[in-house]
């Protein structure tokens, strides 16, 4: 696969070990990431949607006893694991903000492409998931590969840093950013563009990578 990263990213395999499963791209002055992840089709999922939302709860984790997911959009079991509604428990402080379908462009409508867009609020600052972030926005796409059994999980994580708090790491106030009113400031729109120069470049140029 072929996709067009920005040039302010870099290549984590040239300072850590990474699964061949993965290709995963690090912010060079910053703590945000990209990740894309090659796995097994979901078959458990009825739908793309639901396949979605599993793939999700991988992205977040499952930590045992932090409790109901805290989106108003869903009733989620807990567990981490698709109930027989096909909802997820996400957790404590995990907010799903939206959820949609995309086009790849080299990969046309026919395969199916997803988008959810959500924000995970540590309980407390001891299980936040990046050093000193007060929350982070996730950015999931997910691409199905039915024919190859694949499916490709394309994940942006961006911790916000208050300035105030961590002058030298912090990258947002909190006069810009508003989570009540869903509201995540000029970092959202950045990492947004990203998303969408991927989902404009990727391509397959060898599907025999998926035998």
Same mark, same amino acid.
Do not use: C
């Given at each position: 696969?072929?996709?067009?990263?920005?040039?302010?990213?870099?290549?984590?395999?040239?300072?850590?070990?990474?699964?061949?499963?993965?290709?995963?791209? =690090?912010?060079? $002055? +910053?703590?945000?990431?990209?990740?894309?992840?090659?796995?097994?089709?979901? /078959?458990?999922? #009825? %739908?793309? *949607?639901?396949?979605?939302?599993?793939?999700?709860?991988?992205?977040?984790?499952?930590?045992?006893?932090?409790?109901?997911?805290?989106?108003?959009?869903?009733?989620?079991?807990?567990?981490?694991? =698709?109930?027989? $509604? +096909?909802?997820?428990?996400?957790?404590?402080?995990?907010?799903?903000?939206? /959820?949609?379908? #995309? %086009?790849? *462009?080299?990969?046309?409508?026919?395969?199916?492409?997803?988008?959810?867009?959500?924000?995970?609020?540590?309980?407390?600052?001891?299980?936040?998931?990046?050093?000193?972030?007060?929350?982070?926005?996730?950015?999931?796409?997910?691409?199905?590969?039915?024919?190859?059994?694949?499916?490709?999980?394309? /994940?942006?994580?961006?911790?916000?840093?208050?300035?105030?708090?961590?002058?030298?790491?912090?990258?947002?106030?909190?006069?810009?950013?508003?989570?009540?009113?869903?509201?995540?400031?000029?970092?959202?729109?950045?990492?947004?563009?990203?998303?969408?120069?991927?989902?404009?470049?990727?391509?397959?140029?060898?599907?025999?990578?998926?035998?």
């Amino acid at each position: 696969m072929t996709v067009e990263i920005p040039e302010n990213y870099i290549d984590a395999s040239t300072i850590r070990e990474i699964p061949d499963t993965q290709e995963v791209f =690090l912010l060079r $002055d +910053g703590f945000s990431s990209i990740i894309f992840d090659l796995t097994e089709r979901v /078959t458990e999922a #009825a %739908t793309d *949607e639901q396949a979605l939302r599993f793939h999700f709860s991988d992205v977040v984790g499952r930590q045992e006893g932090r409790g109901e997911m805290e989106s108003g959009e869903e009733d989620a079991d807990q567990g981490g694991d =698709l109930n027989g $509604d +096909g909802e997820m428990d996400y957790g404590i402080g995990v907010s799903v903000l939206e /959820t949609g379908r #995309a %086009t790849a *462009e080299h990969l046309g409508p026919s395969i199916p492409t997803l988008t959810l867009t959500a924000y995970d609020k540590p309980p407390s600052p001891s299980v936040r998931r990046s050093p000193n972030s007060d929350f982070t926005l996730i950015l999931l796409t997910l691409i199905r590969l039915e024919r190859q059994s694949t499916d490709v999980a394309i /994940t942006l994580n961006v911790p916000y840093i208050d300035r105030a708090r961590d002058p030298d790491a912090g990258n947002f106030s909190w006069s810009e950013v508003d989570l009540e009113a869903k509201r995540f400031g000029p970092l959202k729109a950045e990492v947004e563009r990203v998303r969408d120069r991927i989902l404009r470049t990727v391509e397959v140029k060898d599907w025999g990578l998926f035998l």
